[in-house]
């Protein structure tokens, strides 16, 4: 099983990379464009990061509670929304294969670019369809399956990512419907292109 990465210590630089820009735009453009976002929603993000993608969704819905496993992510997060007045943003700091979730109910559960960092998927998919309204929506980007080129290094990682049919069949035996998945976005490394798919069901 490979071994946790230290995001506490990749944080700082975390932003300095323009394609991690450009990929938290695209997912946020194909969030927006596939799903009904309401300023009456409250939203959970899990594996927030430093907010590249929460503080883009911040401004369409009512209130979001960001989650990460790095407290120095969540640190830089908490600087970002300090700079901009953002303060619809909690930045909560947990450990998604010990603690407990936070109660919802919530319009809308997102995700990106977290899942290969799971462990075991289904498990948490279940739980997160009881945190949401009824009618309510996942939304999870991630790489497509891929050869396991994509990292460099590999610590953390335990998917080469996930196809389309794989994304669709977890979330339905997780008791999701409307099941659906588009690329949101592709990023180039070399001469190399891994496409990035979101998932999209409603409970």
Request: glycine share 10%.
């Given at each position: 099983m490979p071994a946790r990465r230290d995001f506490d210590s990749a944080a700082a630089a975390w932003d300095e990379k323009p394609q991690r820009i450009r990929l938290?735009?695209?997912?946020f453009t194909a969030m927006a464009a596939h799903l009904p976002l309401s300023h009456e929603w409250d939203v959970m993000e899990l594996g927030c990061g430093t907010g590249?993608?929460?503080?883009?969704?911040?401004?369409?819905?009512?209130?979001?509670?960001a989650l990460d496993g790095s407290q120095a992510m969540l640190d830089r997060l908490e600087e970002k929304t300090k700079e901009t007045g953002q303060d619809n943003i909690r930045a909560v700091h947990i450990d998604l294969e010990r603690d407990e979730l936070p109660q919802g109910?919530?319009?809308?559960?997102?995700?990106?670019?977290?899942?290969?960092h799971?462990?075991?998927?289904?498990?948490?998919?279940?739980?997160l369809r009881?945190?949401?309204?009824?009618?309510?929506w996942i939304a999870l980007a991630d790489l497509a399956a891929e050869?396991?080129?994509?990292?460099?290094?590999?610590?953390g990682v335990f998917h080469h990512g996930f196809s389309a049919e794989r994304m669709s069949e977890l979330l339905t035996e997780a008791g999701f419907s409307s099941v659906s998945v588009v690329k949101a976005s592709e990023i180039t490394k070399g001469e190399?292109?891994?496409?990035?798919?979101?998932?999209?069901?409603?409970?």
């Open positions: 938290a735009e695209d997912i590249l993608v929460t503080l883009r969704l911040a401004p369409q819905v009512a209130g979001i509670v109910p919530f319009h809308l559960v997102a995700a990106a670019m977290l899942l290969h799971i462990p075991d998927v289904a498990p948490l998919l279940g739980s009881g945190l949401l309204h009824p009618g309510g050869d396991g080129s994509f990292h460099d290094d590999s610590t190399r292109r891994y496409p990035v798919l979101l998932t999209l069901g409603r409970r």
